[in-house]
């Protein structure tokens, strides 16, 4: 069972193409820092490929035939691609999915207010988070305003250099004496990750107010600064924070890590590298025998819910448009296609982190730099809430990876009992087809600044790519 370490099997020309593949990724984690964002630059990368959106073909009375090449879009925050194989849909297809949101904190339908001079954002926060991660670091807002007559304001402040950041603060260590005796967990509540977006009461803006009136903007005068701002650069007034969705997340770009400049850091890896290795798998493979598939959905960190969640029919739905166009429709059809089908449910993996290595067992556990992860199975307290892959299944997978030299290694998120987690892989089982946990390894997970090897963000895209090729069951 002995593992080599993927950067020893690379040659001088491939080693290029890693680096050459990371500056590629760290591109798109710094443009897609939410969802919708994700899904813009995605959509941009699929339609230079020739992917057109599946409405517009059924729009025009089109068809569908192999080698075509579609998409449908769910709410801008889910995705779905395909591109039809030669052999028929109900044979099953080869499947990649991975999520597309993050851990973050959201801001509120109420939030801006003012305390003690400052004037805050309310937020509460989404997914998994060590809260006390999240205090002091620089901060950017995204997302979007959407005003009542439909017109959508977008915003992105913080990542441009010039930009002003946002932050949440901290209780200086010389009077943290009680605060450090709480449990981590205490530390810093949820209610106190607010952040601060302003100082300025509005009148020192105002020093020739012309009457009594406009002087005696006294009250909240810097929360009506931060109004004043909302008007004057974006046109939305207080109200519009109801039809919001915007996201604090770390400002800043993703890094190259180490003076060997072998992993990358940078915020919301968990789960865009493996939707970025999804995706460029998928735009590499023209021809397929078997119709590709490519899902990338949101809300993978809050249990898969809503519309735009795995958990939708959005999928199926997209899938019997897709069916219907290639004259291969029928509701038996769908069915058999789904359980025929092959997935491989992308998303990363824990890490051997050697400073807490108690936490790990280190004969099943991923390693940085170990290739492409497959969890067998994920969960908690006795494998509870996981997909289990068959072992038919996963042997078909070790033969398909060693025909292309794919570097690969098999992995839990931890030692059994501390803990756990879950992906879509099981939501996809339900149909009744082979599915596996697969991805990248990550340190230091849902932390504000993830890490992750270049060497295994490269070797997940080449093991996508023989999935998509060879995969059948
Ligand atoms: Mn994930
Ligand atoms: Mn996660």
Redesign the pocket.
């Known amino acids: 069972m002995e593992k080599k370490n993927t950067w020893e099997t690379y040659n001088k020309t491939q080693l290029k193409a890693v680096d050459a593949f990371a500056k590629e990724y760290m591109d798109f984690l710094n443009k897609g820092k939410t969802e919708r964002e994700c899904v813009d630059i995605i959509v941009n990368m699929l339609e230079k490929e020739g992917y057109r959106e599946l409405e517009a073909v059924r729009k025009e009375g089109g068809s569908l035939t192999a080698g075509d090449k579609v998409y449908a879009v769910c709410m801008n925050k889910a995705i779905a691609a395909f591109q039809i194989g030669k052999k028929p849909m109900e044979e099953g297809m080869n499947i990649l999915g991975a999520h597309i949101d993050?851990?973050r904190l959201d801001v509120k339908q109420n939030p801006l207010y003012e305390e003690g001079g400052f004037a805050y954002l309310d937020t509460h926060y989404y997914?998994?988070v060590k809260k006390y991660q999240w205090v002091t670091i620089p901060l950017a807002l995204h997302g979007v305003i959407v005003k009542k007559d439909g017109t959508t304001v977008e915003l992105a402040i913080g990542e441009a250099e010039d930009d002003p950041v946002f932050f949440i603060s901290d209780l200086l260590i010389h009077l943290a004496q009680e605060q450090l005796e709480k449990k981590a967990s205490k530390v810093i509540e949820g209610e106190a990750l607010d952040i601060i977006i302003g100082n300025k009461p509005i009148l020192i803006d105002q020093k020739d107010a012309k009457d009594k009136e406009e002087k005696s903007l006294g009250k909240d005068a810097v929360k009506q600064g931060i109004l004043r701002i909302l008007e004057e650069y974006y046109g939305v007034e207080e109200e519009d924070f109801i039809s919001a969705e915007l996201e604090v997340v770390p400002a800043g770009k993703a890094r190259e890590a180490g003076l060997d400049r072998s992993m990358i850091l940078a915020y919301g890896q968990?789960?865009r590298v493996c939707a970025f290795t999804s995706l460029k798998a998928m735009l590499e493979v023209n021809a397929p025998v078997r119709t590709s598939c490519l899902l990338l959905t949101d809300k993978?960190?809050i249990g898969s819910v809503g519309a735009t969640g795995m958990r939708s029919r959005f999928f199926e739905n997209a899938l019997a448009e897709v069916m219907n166009l290639a004259g291969e429709y029928s509701e038996l059809a769908l069915r058999r296609t789904l359980a025929a089908s092959c997935m491989l449910s992308s998303?990363?993996s824990s890490a051997y982190d050697p400073s807490y290595a108690s936490s790990f067992d280190k004969k099943n556990v991923a390693y940085l730099g170990g290739g492409i992860v497959f969890n067998k199975f994920t969960g908690s307290r006795g494998k509870s809430g996981s997909n289990d892959a068959n072992a038919e299944y996963l042997a078909m997978l070790r033969d398909v990876f060693a025909k292309e030299k794919i570097n690969f290694q098999t992995a839990e998120l931890g030692k059994v009992d501390l803990g756990g987690?879950g992906t879509i892989a099981y939501i996809l089982a339900l149909y009744g087809m082979n599915v596996i946990d697969s991805g990248v390894a990550v340190l230091n997970?849902?932390a504000p600044h993830e890490a992750t090897s270049k060497a295994d963000v490269f070797e997940a895209k080449r093991g996508y790519v023989a999935f998509l090729k060879g995969a059948e069951m």
């Open positions: 993050s851990p997914g998994g968990d789960d993978e960190e998303d990363v987690g997970m849902h």
